[in-house]
């Protein structure tokens, strides 16, 4: 069963950045597209950004776009996400799977971002 381990998260101030990384085991990552969501408490998890399986294509929400960004190394079966300019309602745990616009796999465990002062 392919894994997906999120990591990067931490506790940063408004305006900060962080990346974080999702490392999937398995050699089927190069074969599908990769998406990053997030869920803050008490609200549905949302779609934040995609990549496309060769890195060509991306999509943002709109609510971050020109703020993160979101690339991917086949080589290292990772995928990254660059979070800049953060804000406090940026403030929740993040996720990747596998998929463009629906997630495939099975949810890792998050990594937490806290934008606060």
């Known amino acids: 069963q392919v894994q997906l381990v999120e990591s990067g998260g931490g506790l940063v101030q408004p305006g900060g950045s962080l990346r974080l990384s999702c490392a999937a085991s398995?050699?089927?990552?190069?074969?599908?597209?990769m998406t990053w969501y997030r869920q803050a408490p008490g609200t549905e998890r949302e779609l934040v950004a995609a990549?496309?399986?060769?890195?060509?294509?991306?999509n943002y929400a709109d609510s971050v776009k020109g703020r993160f960004t979101i690339s991917r190394d086949n080589a290292k079966n990772t995928v990254y996400l660059q979070l800049n300019s953060l804000k406090p309602e940026d403030t929740a745990v993040y996720y990747c799977?596998?998929?463009?616009?629906?997630?495939?796999?099975?949810w890792g465990q998050g990594t937490l971002v806290t934008v606060s002062s």
């Open positions: 398995g050699s089927i990552f190069s074969n599908h597209a």
């Open positions: 799977n596998f998929g463009w616009s629906r997630a495939l796999g099975a």
């Open positions: 990549i496309g399986s060769a890195g060509g294509s991306t």
